[in-house]
């Protein structure tokens, strides 16, 4: 099931950020899930670094620069929520929200942060 999910998602996602330098930051607490968005992502070129927390994260974007963040909510230490307020409070980098959380709130403060209203999760 996740390598057919993964691959509708995915599918043309490096033609599509082809003029980028295509570096993107995972952050999620879940290796699992990480290790699933790496394999998919760098099949299209991609450039991936890894954060399984939020301060580590925040850390990896002030001294390095992404041309897109993908982000769970849940994380041990600063969670995603606050990661994005902070993420958009040093630019514009693009941040997709991924999460095991479904509910309306959750997709409303995420996009109060600053990442767009995208219903995509992970199924558990």
Known sequence: MAGKLGHQIFEGV???????????????????????LRIYLEKEGFSIEEAGEGFIALQKAELSSYDLIILDLMLPGLDGIELCLRLREMGTT??????????????LRGFEAGAPPIPFRFPA
């Open 94 to 107: 693009p941040i997709i929200i991924v999460s095991a959380r479904g509910e309306q709130t959750e997709r």
């Open 14 to 36: 490096g033609e599509r950020m082809a003029s980028l330098q295509n570096k993107i930051l995972i952050v999620d607490d879940e290796e699992r899930i990480r290790h699933i």
